[in-house]
């Protein structure tokens, strides 16, 4: 019975891991210089930085960046501005050509303070951003990110049925035994299933983070049919608010800030975007805490009026996509936290790599010289 057991665990383990780890390779790969986005970016010279100045200089109108930065490419129309999250004297204005979710847009950076354009920086280009989107989706879209999130859950399957399977195979070996003297096939056994149970719980919390992320597109649409819809029947039937109809973004920023004390903008998505209604600015700011700065308050202010007309607390389920994002870059603790998940990344792709070659290297006699057990644990965890 305990050998049927056995078996089926295998079985699971390893087609769980034969059809992820290629792509779980692809995802370790391009996810370790996405750790270092920021650093990378700077020594690139892709990083928008403002000259030094004053902290209490006085800042510019938020209308009059939108109106710089609208003139640069007067044939689009402007979805977001956002600040820099680690200068609040930039801003960034993204602009696409309609107000429908695309890759086509441009960035405009314009300094706070004097309200002069500091850079276009393109991030639709650039080793970073072809990074960017094989991690992400492939290049494949939505289809992209859900086959993607359906590869992190079998590497759940197979870190779980992995560990089912280690405590029968390291039954006769004392922990952290490598057989350097055996047959090249051994010894990377022993390093897969070591390095395997060392990254268990880093592995398990960046895969299951990284799935949650894949659902970001569809979590979003269900909140705007859940919640948002109720928010907006009073303007059921209304055309878009047309933009020279619109109140002042400064106005409605300040309103925005006046509902939600004690919280910074993180950005503001302007009428008929993904991210907000045909008839409002929706304002998105975050909290001054570590944690909190991680978290969204949604702020839904008339396009037309600048008065707030709803600030809904968001439910649960894009508070854990909030949390797990930087979670699963390891952005919580600055460049300690960067490192070991970078240390992390790398001992995964060993295990990944090791676990593909094993399977590879499957043969009649290196199945002979392994123990019952170990034969149980040879796909990638």
């Known amino acids: 019975m305990q050998n049927k057991t056995i078996k089926t665990w295998s079985w699971i383990h390893k087609w769980s891991s034969i059809v992820c780890t290629v792509f779980m390779l692809l995802l370790c790969l391009t996810g370790l210089p996405l750790i270092f986005h920021h650093e990378i970016g700077h020594l690139l010279g892709t990083e928008v930085e403002a000259p030094e100045m004053p902290a209490d200089s006085p800042r510019v109108s938020l209308d009059q960046v939108i109106q710089v930065a609208h003139a640069q490419h007067p044939d689009r129309v402007v979805q977001f501005v956002s600040q820099d999250e680690h200068d609040d004297a930039i801003w960034f204005v993204t602009l696409t050509p309609t107000p429908d979710p695309t890759d086509d847009f441009r960035s ?46 079998l590497l759940l399957v197979a870190i779980v049925s992995g560990v089912v399977l280690y405590s029968p195979f390291m039954r006769k070996l004392e922990f952290g035994t490598v057989r350097r003297e055996r047959q090249p096939r051994l010894k990377w056994l022993d390093l897969h299933n070591l390095l395997g149970i060392v990254t268990l719980v880093w592995l398990f919390v960046v895969g299951a983070t990284g799935m949650i992320n894949t659902w970001a597109d569809l979590l979003i649409k269900y909140w705007q049919h859940d919640q948002l819809s109720v928010l907006l029947a009073p303007y059921q039937g209304q055309p878009t608010v047309p933009v020279t109809e619109r109140a002042s973004v400064q106005r409605t920023l300040d309103v925005a800030l006046q509902q939600a004390p004690d ?25 001054n805490e570590p944690f909190t700065s991680r978290l969204l308050q949604p702020v839904l202010v008339d396009a037309r009026t600048a008065e ?13 996509l909030l949390v797990s994002q930087p979670l699963h870059f390891g952005d919580y603790g600055g460049v300690p936290m960067q490192l070991l998940w970078a ?3 790398i001992a995964s792709i ?23 057990a170990g034969a149980n644990v040879e796909a990638a965890t």
């Open 108 to 153: 405009v950076a314009v300094d706070a303070r004097t309200g002069e354009i500091l850079a276009q920086p393109r991030f639709d280009q650039g080793f970073m951003w072809v990074m960017f989107k094989l991690h992400v989706d492939l290049f494949a879209g939505l289809a992209g990110k859900l086959f993607l999130g359906f590869m992190g859950l």
């Open 263 to 287: 919280t910074t903008l993180s950005f503001i998505a302007f009428p008929g975007t993904a991210f907000s209604s045909p008839h409002h600015h929706t304002v998105f700011l975050r909290g």
């Open 308 to 320: 707030v007309t709803a600030s809904p607390k968001l439910p649960w389920y894009l508070i854990a």
């Open 343 to 345: 240390l992390l990344d």
């Open 350 to 372: 060993i295990v990944l790599g090791s676990g593909l070659y094993l399977w590879l290297r499957k043969g009649k006699t290196a199945q002979h010289n392994l123990p019952d």
